[in-house]
């Protein structure tokens, strides 16, 4: 049974930083893309950052490139996003999403959007003020 749990998310001020986490269970995280989605309210969900552990390749949206870094830590099958400079415009809901890859460059993992992701977490708030 495959299992995604975000946690880590919450209230900032601009400027500030958060990591989130997203511990995932029942697969061999590290042959997946591993990506963070976000979605604020009437807006589309947004692939912000992308993790391929197999390679440590990682990509990211022009929003956020410079910003935020995805990283992980195998021995507890976690990534994490480094989300510093917080902007109120990074004010969403903040989803981990798994999709099979192996591509030592994740840089096309997020091309085709959220629907090509299997895998999803239940989603932690981050608000930025």
């Known amino acids: 049974h495959v299992q995604l749990v975000e946690s880590g998310g919450g209230s900032v001020q601009a400027g500030g930083s958060l990591r989130p986490s997203c511990a995932a269970s029942?697969?061999?995280?590290?042959?997946?893309?591993m990506a963070w989605f976000r979605q604020a309210p009437g807006k589309e969900r947004e692939g912000v950052a992308a993790l391929y552990a197999g390679s440590g390749s990682t990509s990211y949206a022009d929003s956020v490139r410079g910003r935020f870094t995805s990283s992980d830590d195998s021995a507890k099958n976690t990534v994490y996003l480094h989300m510093d400079n917080l902007k109120p415009e990074d004010t969403a809901m903040y989803y981990c999403?798994?999709?099979?890859?192996?591509?030592?460059?994740?840089?096309?993992?997020?091309?085709?959007?959220?629907?090509?992701?299997?895998?999803w977490g239940q989603g932690t708030q981050v608000t930025v003020s």
């Open positions: 999403a798994a999709r099979p890859w192996n591509n030592s460059v994740v840089s096309g993992c997020l091309d085709a959007g959220s629907v090509a992701f299997d895998y």
């Open positions: 029942g697969y061999k995280y590290s042959s997946n893309c």
